[in-house]
């Protein structure tokens, strides 16, 4: 199959490779040298300027509110999301009644709860975000009015205005719209394990809480890794800022007193709306970074043996 | 390896639905199965009972909207809750028409449309030739693919910008579609890489020997055979870049090349100067309904195709 050969490998590899690289690798590479420049992104001239940007980062108290607020984001979406879609993919799974012949058997009408579940996943983010804008309504929204209907009249949270609360609303709102993805996902894991390790250790009188941590997450460990590093990445970048950007508006954007900024946002505002590109590229850089280290620290906390079955 | 070791063949035997039938069962493992009847009764009603409690807090939101979009906009805000006293369905083609969710769904469709077309025809080409070659520089091109998948597309975003400026592709429509192209590669050659490598090569070398070209044979020996991972990376190409925010608003800021997600919020902007909060309303639902009656139907196809990536 010599004939030929890297004339095929040169015309298929062109365009997607140049495509790539002009609007993907040249944009992140490009962005990095900037962190290092005055460039307003106004006017095409900029000086260099060594680690300026960097040592102004430290000192801007915006930045390390975003800072924070993105690894909450990171260190909270994935424990609780996660930890939901594997207690409830495991009731699916397990919590039915048992049948005749099987030790353990799913709930009945589980493929309804999957369709269900599933739901926030295919719209998008942005819709969810509008939706639930109103939904925390302190006036005529869903919630509070819900609240009123069950006698609950005085506690009317301003919910996205009070500063302590906007942070957990925005949350909340990113956990209802990826839960259902982990459910499916380790619903599948857990349909292939097989059922007579779970026979097994019934009759060796083990209960269903310590199956579930001594062979259900033990097997199905790679994907609860892969989903937590998935659910970091998610909550680090776009899906962060979409919420904060459309959910708490604010006089600045990200919420009453910068209570919800976070990092992509702020690049977003100090590019976009500030003129400042250069310091924009610099918070980027760190958000970079922090991604980059969620990912390092997730992998070498769950390394494991891996168990083949 | 523990686990396996734990389930010896004789105790398999008589619980596994492969085993030597009911009666055995029965006789062999009476004790435990008793103890565990009740506590399988409670465990059966709890997890109904979870699981349905979410069940409601997802739909929950939808029928929210979907009611409210045909309350007139006093009552949206006195009672909430209230059934709509009789469906304004003028709510709707005031969306429609005059909030231009119609010029929103026309761009969205021409964006999608042409992109999704791009992404899947450069990724298996890239993905083909990658998968199924040797040549120097083959892993690296790999893996700067692959990197683009955990790099913070905001970082790039800001040069992006200017470069597209610069080509005079700001605010464009084809600009848009070469955007979500070039940031849906990373995922697809990924997948589909792995996909062309589970594919036989004895049919590819037939074609071969039988005279066809590599290009002939990529399109019509190799794509066809590779129609069930195109159609998996596709569903999950079309959703991440139907409902794709990030890149249009930082890149078509113009109101009128506005693409769904992006014109909603617009929307909803302008509506709350306006006060009219029954046709946001509409338009929302407007935006949902198509996508979720396509998940309905396409179910399995589209929970495979998102869940692809994540398991492999």
Sequence with gaps: ?309 | MKTTDTAPTGVETPGSPGGSGPVVTKATVATPRKRSKSEGATLNVFSHGVLIIWAIMVVMPLLWAVMTSFKTDKAIFTSPWALPDKLHFENWSRAWTEAHMSDYFLNTILVVGGSLFGTLLLGSMAAYVLARFDFPGNRFIYFLFIGGMSFPIILALVPLFYVMQNMALLNTLHGLILVYIAYSLPFTVFFLTAFFRTLPSSVAEAAFVDGASHTRTFFQVMLPMAKPGLISVGIFNFLGQWNQYLLPTVLNTEPEKKVLSQGLVQLAVSQGYKGDWSGLFAGLVMAMLPVLAAYIIFQRQVVAGLTAGAVK
């Design chain 1, 1 to 309: 199959m010599q004939h030929g050969k890297y004339r095929f490998i040169v015309g298929f590899l062109a365009a997607p490779l140049a495509l790539y690289a002009l609007f993907v690798v040249w944009p992140f590479i490009q962005s990095i040298y900037y962190s290092f420049t005055d460039w307003t992104g106004l006017s095409p001239e900029f000086g260099m300027v060594g680690f300026d940007n960097y040592s102004r980062m430290l000192d801007d108290e915006v930045f390390w509110k975003s800072f924070q607020h993105s690894l909450t984001f990171a260190v909270v979406l994935p424990l609780v999301t996660v930890g939901l879609a594997l207690f409830f993919a495991f009731m699916l799974n397990v919590g039915g009644r048992r049948r005749r012949g099987a030790a353990i058997a799913g709930v009945r009408g589980s493929s309804f709860y999957k369709i269900v579940y599933f739901f926030p996943q295919v719209l998008s983010i942005a819709i969810v975000a509008l939706l639930f804008q109103f939904a925390y309504n302190p006036n005529s929204g869903a919630i509070n009015s819900v609240l009123k209907g069950v006698g609950l009249g005085s506690v009317q949270p301003d919910w996205l205005g009070d500063p302590d609360l906007a942070l957990i609303c925005v949350m909340i709102v990113l956990v209802w719209s990826t839960v259902g993805f982990f459910v499916v996902l380790f619903s599948a894991g857990m349909a292939s394990i097989p059922r007579d390790f779970y026979e097994a250790a019934l009759l060796d009188g083990a209960n269903r809480f310590t199956t579930f941590f001594k062979i259900t997450l033990p097997l199905l460990w790679d994907t609860v890794q892969s989903g937590w590093i998935y659910m970091g990445i998610l909550a680090l970048g776009a899906e962060s800022f979409a919420v904060v950007q459309i959910m708490t508006v604010g006089p600045s954007g990200g919420g009453p007193d910068y209570s919800t900024i976070v990092l992509p946002l702020y690049v977003y505002q100090k590019a976009f709306r500030d003129g400042q590109a250069a310091y924009a590229t610099t918070i980027g850089v760190a958000l970079l970074l922090v991604t980059l280290a969620f990912a390092a620290v997730v992998m070498k906390l769950g390394r494991r043996e891996r168990l083949e079955f």
